[in-house]
Protein backbone atom coordinates (compact mmCIF):
# COMPACT_ATOMS: atom_id res chain seq x y z
CA UNK A 1 0.00 0.00 0.00
CA UNK A 2 1.59 3.27 -1.13
CA UNK A 3 1.99 6.08 1.08
CA UNK A 4 0.66 9.96 -0.38
CA UNK A 5 1.38 12.91 0.95
CA UNK A 6 -1.58 15.46 0.60
CA UNK A 7 -1.03 18.44 -1.39
CA UNK A 8 -1.63 20.77 1.81
CA UNK A 9 0.54 18.73 3.68
CA UNK A 10 3.35 18.79 0.85
CA UNK A 11 2.22 22.89 0.73
CA UNK A 12 3.58 23.24 4.44
CA UNK A 13 6.31 21.24 4.11
CA UNK A 14 7.83 23.29 1.14
CA UNK A 15 6.80 26.89 3.20
CA UNK A 16 8.43 25.61 6.26
CA UNK A 17 12.08 24.66 4.44
CA UNK A 18 11.47 27.91 2.76
CA UNK A 19 11.29 29.49 5.95
CA UNK A 20 14.01 27.74 7.50
CA UNK A 21 16.36 28.54 5.06
CA UNK A 22 15.39 31.92 4.63
CA UNK A 23 13.78 31.96 0.59
CA UNK A 24 10.90 33.24 0.53
CA UNK A 25 10.89 35.96 2.92
CA UNK A 26 10.55 38.93 1.11
CA UNK A 27 13.60 40.66 0.85
CA UNK A 28 15.92 38.72 2.67
CA UNK A 29 18.25 38.25 -0.22
CA UNK A 30 18.88 41.33 0.12
CA UNK A 31 19.22 41.73 3.83
CA UNK A 32 21.67 39.10 4.08
CA UNK A 33 23.78 40.37 1.37
CA UNK A 34 23.83 43.77 2.67
CA UNK A 35 24.55 42.88 6.31
CA UNK A 36 27.56 40.85 4.75
CA UNK A 37 28.81 43.75 3.31
CA UNK A 38 29.00 45.67 6.17
CA UNK A 39 30.64 42.45 8.21
CA UNK A 40 33.21 42.23 5.72
CA UNK A 41 33.94 46.41 5.73
CA UNK A 42 33.79 46.03 9.66
CA UNK A 43 31.70 48.11 11.76
CA UNK A 44 31.89 49.18 15.46
CA UNK A 45 29.20 49.63 18.10
CA UNK A 46 27.48 52.86 18.84
CA UNK A 47 27.68 53.61 14.86
CA UNK A 48 24.72 55.62 13.37
CA UNK A 49 22.47 53.42 10.97
CA UNK A 50 20.34 54.80 8.32
CA UNK A 51 17.34 52.04 7.03
CA UNK A 52 14.26 51.94 5.42
CA UNK A 53 13.69 52.02 1.75
CA UNK A 54 15.34 53.36 -1.43
CA UNK A 55 15.20 56.87 -0.47
CA UNK A 56 17.78 56.10 2.33
CA UNK A 57 19.87 53.03 0.24
CA UNK A 58 20.03 55.33 -2.94
CA UNK A 59 21.89 57.68 -0.74
CA UNK A 60 25.33 56.74 -1.41
CA UNK A 61 27.47 59.16 -0.25
CA UNK A 62 25.85 59.37 2.90
CA UNK A 63 29.11 58.71 4.91
CA UNK A 64 31.07 61.17 2.34
CA UNK A 65 29.00 63.66 3.33
CA UNK A 66 29.53 63.20 7.38
CA UNK A 67 33.04 61.92 7.35
CA UNK A 68 33.42 62.52 11.04
CA UNK A 69 30.52 60.18 11.94
CA UNK A 70 30.46 56.23 12.23
CA UNK A 71 27.81 55.40 9.68
CA UNK A 72 25.97 52.30 8.13
CA UNK A 73 23.39 51.95 5.71
CA UNK A 74 21.39 49.12 5.87
CA UNK A 75 18.10 50.21 3.98
CA UNK A 76 16.45 47.78 1.42
CA UNK A 77 14.91 49.23 -1.37
CA UNK A 78 10.83 48.97 -2.12
CA UNK A 79 10.67 48.26 2.09
CA UNK A 80 7.26 48.49 3.84
CA UNK A 81 7.77 49.59 7.65
CA UNK A 82 6.00 45.98 8.28
CA UNK A 83 9.11 44.68 6.60
CA UNK A 84 11.66 46.41 7.92
CA UNK A 85 9.99 44.91 11.51
CA UNK A 86 10.39 41.67 10.60
CA UNK A 87 14.08 42.79 9.45
CA UNK A 88 14.78 44.52 12.43
CA UNK A 89 17.19 42.72 14.17
CA UNK A 90 19.91 41.76 10.99
CA UNK A 91 19.00 45.58 9.85
CA UNK A 92 19.34 47.91 13.53
CA UNK A 93 19.76 46.16 16.42
CA UNK A 94 22.63 43.82 15.87
CA UNK A 95 24.58 46.57 15.31
CA UNK A 96 23.72 48.38 18.57
CA UNK A 97 23.40 51.26 17.51
CA UNK A 98 23.51 54.84 19.13
CA UNK A 99 21.09 57.00 16.98
CA UNK A 100 18.78 55.17 14.24
CA UNK A 101 17.02 56.97 11.22
CA UNK A 102 14.33 55.35 9.51
CA UNK A 103 12.67 56.04 6.49
CA UNK A 104 9.00 54.22 6.24
CA UNK A 105 5.87 55.13 5.35
CA UNK A 106 6.42 56.40 1.83
CA UNK A 107 6.11 52.78 -0.19
CA UNK A 108 3.11 51.88 2.68
CA UNK A 109 1.47 54.77 1.69
CA UNK A 110 1.54 53.88 -2.70
CA UNK A 111 0.52 50.25 -1.72
CA UNK A 112 -2.67 51.10 0.20
CA UNK A 113 -1.81 50.89 3.63
CA UNK A 114 -3.98 52.41 6.10
CA UNK A 115 -2.14 55.55 7.60
CA UNK A 116 -2.87 53.78 11.65
CA UNK A 117 -1.34 50.66 10.54
CA UNK A 118 2.15 52.18 9.22
CA UNK A 119 1.99 53.95 12.46
CA UNK A 120 1.36 50.66 14.59
CA UNK A 121 4.32 49.27 12.64
CA UNK A 122 6.59 52.12 13.46
CA UNK A 123 5.52 52.09 16.69
CA UNK A 124 6.72 49.01 17.37
CA UNK A 125 10.12 49.36 15.67
CA UNK A 126 10.80 52.51 17.97
CA UNK A 127 9.33 50.08 21.14
CA UNK A 128 11.38 46.96 20.21
CA UNK A 129 14.66 49.66 20.08
CA UNK A 130 13.91 51.11 23.25
CA UNK A 131 13.26 47.73 24.70
CA UNK A 132 16.99 46.61 23.75
CA UNK A 133 18.54 50.27 23.93
CA UNK A 134 17.24 52.53 25.84
CA UNK A 135 19.54 55.32 25.42
CA UNK A 136 19.13 55.01 21.49
CA UNK A 137 17.82 58.15 19.78
CA UNK A 138 15.04 56.99 16.90
CA UNK A 139 14.57 59.75 14.18
CA UNK A 140 11.97 59.29 12.01
CA UNK A 141 12.08 61.01 8.42
CA UNK A 142 8.61 62.47 7.17
CA UNK A 143 7.44 61.03 3.83
CA UNK A 144 8.83 62.99 1.02
CA UNK A 145 6.94 64.96 -1.59
CA UNK A 146 7.82 63.30 -5.09
CA UNK A 147 6.09 63.76 -8.64
CA UNK A 148 5.32 60.55 -9.66
CA UNK A 149 3.34 60.30 -6.25
CA UNK A 150 2.04 63.85 -5.86
CA UNK A 151 -1.54 62.32 -6.03
CA UNK A 152 -1.32 61.25 -2.90
CA UNK A 153 -0.43 64.54 -1.20
CA UNK A 154 -3.25 64.27 1.58
CA UNK A 155 -2.16 60.82 2.55
CA UNK A 156 1.76 62.07 3.03
CA UNK A 157 0.89 64.68 4.98
CA UNK A 158 -1.46 62.75 7.30
CA UNK A 159 1.09 60.77 8.35
CA UNK A 160 3.75 62.94 8.55
CA UNK A 161 1.52 65.00 11.23
CA UNK A 162 0.97 61.84 13.10
CA UNK A 163 4.79 61.16 13.06
CA UNK A 164 5.12 64.53 14.13
CA UNK A 165 2.75 64.13 16.88
CA UNK A 166 3.71 61.23 18.22
CA UNK A 167 7.86 62.31 18.14
CA UNK A 168 6.60 65.01 20.14
CA UNK A 169 4.77 62.51 22.77
CA UNK A 170 7.34 59.85 22.73
CA UNK A 171 10.70 60.12 24.63
CA UNK A 172 14.15 59.60 22.67
CA UNK A 173 12.08 59.99 19.31
CA UNK A 174 12.96 62.99 16.71
CA UNK A 175 11.36 63.75 13.64
CA UNK A 176 13.42 64.37 10.48
CA UNK A 177 11.16 66.71 8.31
CA UNK A 178 12.54 66.48 4.93
CA UNK A 179 9.39 67.43 3.07
CA UNK A 180 9.51 70.87 2.91
CA UNK A 181 12.81 71.73 1.73
CA UNK A 182 11.71 69.93 -1.31
CA UNK A 183 8.89 71.90 -2.49
CA UNK A 184 9.36 74.36 -4.92
CA UNK A 185 7.67 78.57 -4.54
CA UNK A 186 4.37 77.17 -5.78
CA UNK A 187 4.72 74.62 -3.09
CA UNK A 188 4.96 71.54 -5.41
CA UNK A 189 8.11 68.80 -5.40
CA UNK A 190 11.07 70.58 -7.05
CA UNK A 191 11.76 69.19 -10.46
CA UNK A 192 15.56 69.36 -10.37
CA UNK A 193 16.34 67.50 -7.68
CA UNK A 194 14.40 63.93 -8.47
CA UNK A 195 15.48 61.54 -11.31
CA UNK A 196 13.95 60.62 -14.62
CA UNK A 197 11.43 58.41 -12.55
CA UNK A 198 10.29 61.56 -10.80
CA UNK A 199 10.87 59.29 -7.70
CA UNK A 200 13.99 58.57 -6.22
CA UNK A 201 15.91 61.86 -5.46
CA UNK A 202 19.66 62.49 -7.42
CA UNK A 203 22.75 64.00 -6.36
CA UNK A 204 20.81 67.73 -5.97
CA UNK A 205 18.41 66.43 -3.65
CA UNK A 206 20.33 64.36 -1.35
CA UNK A 207 22.48 67.84 -0.95
CA UNK A 208 19.30 69.50 0.81
CA UNK A 209 19.01 66.36 2.56
CA UNK A 210 22.15 66.99 4.32
CA UNK A 211 21.14 70.42 5.14
CA UNK A 212 17.98 68.76 6.95
CA UNK A 213 20.09 66.26 8.51
CA UNK A 214 23.42 67.71 9.99
CA UNK A 215 21.64 69.42 12.92
CA UNK A 216 20.64 65.87 13.84
CA UNK A 217 24.15 64.30 13.45
Same mark, same amino acid.
Given at each position: ?12 ? $? /? #? ?10 ? &? @?????? %? ?12 ? $? /? #? ?10 ? &? @?????? %? ?147
Amino acid at each position: MKNHISPTLLFLL $V /F #TLQFTYGQGIPF &Q @EEVNRR %AKEIDDAGWKSGSV $V /F #TGSSSVRMWKNL &Q @EQFPDV %ALLNTAFGGSQAHQLLMHLDETVLRYEPSKVFIYEGDNDINAGQEISDIMVNLDEIVTRIHAEYPETTVNLITAKPSPSRWHKKDSYLALNDLIRQYATTHEGVHIVNVWDIMLDDTGKPRADIFLEDDLHMNEKGYELWKEIFTSFL
